[in-house]
Nanobody, 126 residues
Framework: EVQLVESGGGLVQPGGSLRLSCVAS????????IAWFRQAPGKEREGVGC????????FLRPSVEDRFTISRDRAKSTVYLQMINLKPEDTAVYYC???????????????????WGQGAQVTVTS
């Protein structure tokens, strides 16, 4: 069974930084992509970025690519979302997710991500 556990959320002032962690288990970490999503109050969930663990490539949505970075620690089966210069509009619940089929393991297409963590709240406010 795939398990994804996020941590690192919190309350931060505009311009601050946070690093979210997603520990993955129940899947072959070096094969499966891990994506980050977020859902702001009253809005639909949106994809933030993806780590393709198969080759280490990363993708970020254009609106955050100058402030967010995705990285990984293969020994810890963990993917990180480093966020700097946070803005109030970054306030959301952040989720990590993975595909649930071997045939989709290497995908970074957001619709292919169907196994979810519990979410981590990020609040940016002065």
């Amino acid at each position: 069974e795939v398990q994804l556990v996020e941590s690192g959320g919190g309350l931060v002032q505009p311009g601050g930084s946070l690093r979210l962690s997603c520990v993955a288990s129940g899947l072959l970490f070096d094969t499966y992509s891990i994506a980050w999503f977020r859902q702001a109050p009253g809005k639909e969930r949106e994809g933030v970025g993806c780590m393709r663990n198969r080759d280490g490539s990363t993708f970020l949505r254009p609106s955050v690519e100058d402030r967010f970075t995705i990285s990984r620690d293969r020994a810890k089966s963990t993917v990180y979302l480093q966020m700097i210069n946070l803005k109030p509009e970054d306030t959301a619940v952040y989720y990590c997710a993975a595909p649930n089929k071997d045939s989709l393991a290497g995908s970074c297409r957001y619709p292919d991500f169907t196994s979810w963590g519990q979410g981590a709240q990020v609040t940016v406010t002065s």
